[in-house]
């Protein structure tokens, strides 16, 4: 039943942007990308988007590049390896991210150069590792923005389908990897500055290669990189092996009040816990990874009270446990076993809402295993 439901999510296009303007062109640019890889036969394994979306760069002015709010390492990698990309090939761009770069990714060359609110005349808008409209936060302006045609390419198995080209692949483990094939049709040559970027993707939404779609294709795309200069032991010292005490201590208190119950791991951050430990940011810095790891559990959540007092929802998963579906209705999204949300309510409220919709999915996936 998920799957059937997923399947009809990836590709449902919301009309409700005034995007329908540009449809016309874009369904020819379409039919015409696909009939020039039919009688082509370079790089035939990718799907006709990402031809649709090489065409639509090329022939674009001022390029809006957005990833989402509150970003990670994919996010900040992908939106990175394009705008160099970019460069190289001599297009205007803005870079844009609602929120600020976390510290672990402020080594990555032009991670400055991000803004918030992005000003300018664009005729195209690029979105990069999001899954919905509204995830792009303040970074995309719906009134100066209507019209401008959007490319969504994502690998959320949730994605809404919001652009007026969908090149979403669930099947990537990185948005960053997507944007290789991106780059490789655009026909712009790899640097150790694209590579960095595109490989600091890559390790982080797959967690140091340890997540299950860490598959021979993945491996490749990151030997291409290092290849063309990208450091692995650079990348993995920046964002797993480093990091600010403050983490360190707020991590000890929240382990230090961690719940199990039925197989579900959870614990809490609230606003005096980040003060008393001098955390700034409302990220909740791969504690959620940490806290699944324990053997008694298969579900890991961690909720984390932001500065603007909504509630993030961070939730892990053993393989074969799918909790996407339990963050898509509660208005968030994500992947099989990486997802998320945030609520507008109290720390105990998001709670009992998670652990009551967490709990009946549960059961919900172990009776379709019964059943078939
Ligand atoms: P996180 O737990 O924040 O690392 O997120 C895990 C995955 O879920 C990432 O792929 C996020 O993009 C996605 N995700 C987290 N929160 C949300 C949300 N509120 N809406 C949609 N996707 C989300
Ligand atoms: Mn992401
Ligand atoms: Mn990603």
Redesign the pocket.
Known sequence: MGKAYRAERVFLRDESFGLSGSAGFIEALKTKSQQRSESSASISSAPDESQTAAQLIRQARGILVIC?I?P?GDAIGSLLGLAWALHKLGKEHTLACADPVPDSFVYLPGSEDIVSYPEGNYDLVISL????L??LGVAYDQNSLRGVPIINIDH?V?NVGFGSVNWVDPNSAATAQMVLTLIERLGVPLDPTIATCLLNGIVT?TRGFRTPNTTPAVMEAATRLMMAGASMSEITQQVFNRRPLAVVRLWGRALSAVQLDDRIIWTEINQAMKHECGFSSD??DGL?GFLTSACEADVGIVFTEKDNGTI?????SMPGIDISNV?MRL?????PQ?????LNSSLAEARERVLAELRRSLLEQAAAININ
């Open positions: 989402h509150m990670d590792d999001c899954s919905d509204k995830r959320h949730t939404d990220s909740g959620v993030d929802v961070s939730i892990r963050a208005g968030g999204g994500g992947h990486a997802a998320g949300c945030n």
